[in-house]
């Protein structure tokens, strides 16, 4: 029996449905691991995580089921066994496990007990709950394999110890949160950890889909609860880890534990890997955005150069008649300094023809938002017709203020294919702004430099539909707005709870109207990174028609 083993830990991308490009990743990294024992995947590697009801097709489970016997038999060759996660059919249910593939077999499966039914995860209406799992045995040793969520719950990880499992290794699809990391390694892992006396390699995929975004920063404790090994946030990486058995049972020598990123570098990764992997996994050849010379665009123009490269993003400044000079120049500045394409293009003709097209319709009748929401509807057009004619995505910019009380126009600046701010509060997106500017994202593939405009952060921010208008006006200031959405939407505060709190009434329940009555054009925004525990559409699911108030 051996003393020693060598785990590698495959923090890997992944693509949902492309089965065979996930297998080649899996050789690759088993290629690269020559010299381990046993090398691990992340939850459902093989077919992409999470893949929602394409995981009901039938044809996509035989295909899978064919690949992973071609990876089986693979592992007959020079190289490590392998973990693989996939789905399997047994009995004629549906079942999200994990493969142990050696010497040319699938030696054994493992199956998912505990099936995550909130927030964004709807597992229990895709899969059947596996029964308690036992520990598989590799190279003489135990080795517990709880997936994902069998470690938030003490029972799996308690029951594989009781069957005499010497180490836990879990695969996961965690996506990313604020603040989850911490949650992760001390709310979870050591506690598992501790609680039965065994080493536990916690091994989370990396990568965007869709909404969801996969932070990797897998880990490694030890049956004290110590870090033995912390890989990088953000990253793909395929690292060895050292194990040693010892009087008191298996210990990961010490190994790499950089550190992550903190706030908001955190944030700004997420929004720039999920907006790369979403742009490039659908065939985009670049984005365009709509440049107003305010803090939204300007950021969101800054995330798409660290995601995608200068030469694929383009940025469009399209004033009318109130669009101040300083916001046109300030968004010819932020382009300038991020090295981006940039046009003005004016809209006054166009504002015009509408105009003259209403005016028997609108005659009589006071100027109000719907003339002023006009301009934002010929930008929307406009920038879907380059998207049309040119092929690169546009990038809708709005952000979760704005998006929590209605503030923006339906079809016209909430037009887009993506949106990276649209779970990032306002004074959020202030804080990412200053951040860039004084930093460059490890990931990013931008400028060394500040990019956007110092008169850019200090400007009262206005949609410009009016003259002189300011967001101020119609709503209450961003430092004071968005403590309260956060009480609403991230807390499900009532509104007597944030008046005993010290806001206003009046005002937390002009708020509370505002986010109520916004439902149906969420429902009708562009998808976009889910950053908090409570984003839009995955998370919060209200009905559009309700009459509920809280105070």
Known sequence: MPDTLKITLAQLNQS?????????????????AKGSDLIVFPELHLIGYPPEDLILKPSLIERAAAQLQILAEASAGDGPAMLVGSAFVLDG????????????????????????NYGTFDEMRLFQPGPLPEPLILRGTMIGVPICEDIWRSEVCRHLADFGAEMLICINGSPYEINKDALRIEGVAKRRAVDTGLPLAYLNRVGGQDELVFDGASFVVNGDGGLAVQLRDWEEQVVQTNWTRTATGWRCDRGMVPDLAVHPEDIYCAMVLALRDYVNRNGFPGVVLG????????????????????????????????????????????????????????IGTAVDGFDFMLGEAFEGTQRDLAEENLQSRIRGAALMALSNK????????????????????????????????????????????????????????????????????????TAELRHDQRDDDSLPPYDVLDPILIGLVEHDKSVEQLVKEGFERSVVQHVERLLHLAEYKRRQAAPGVKLTARNFGRDRRYPITHAFRSG
């Open 390 to 461: 040119f092929g690169p995505m546009l990038v809708t910019t709005g952000n979760k203020s704005e998006m929590s009380v209605g503030y923006a126009t339906i079809y016209g600046d909430m037009a887009g294919g993506y949106n990276p701010l649209k779970d990032a509060y306002k004074m959020t997106v202030f804080a990412l702004a200053r951040w860039r500017n004084g930093h460059v994202p490890r990931i990013g593939l931008g400028p060394a430099r500040p990019v956007i405009p110092e008169s850019t952060l200090a400007r009262a921010p």
């Open 16 to 32: 949902v449905g492309d089965i065979s490009g996930n297998a080649e990743g899996v050789l690759a990294a088993r290629d690269a």
């Open 93 to 116: 249910a549906l079942h999200n496990g994990v493969a142990l593939l050696d010497q040319g077999k699938v030696q054994a499966v493992r199956l998912k007990h505990e099936l995550p």
């Open 291 to 346: 440049l107003s010379g305010g803090i939204d665009s300007a950021t969101c123009a800054a995330i798409a150069v660290d995601a995608l490269g200068a030469d694929r993003v383009w940025g469009v400044m399209m004033p009318s008649r109130f669009t101040a000079t300083q916001s046109r120049e300030d968004a010819a500045a932020c382009a300038k300094a991020l090295g981006i394409r940039y046009t003005e293009m004016p």
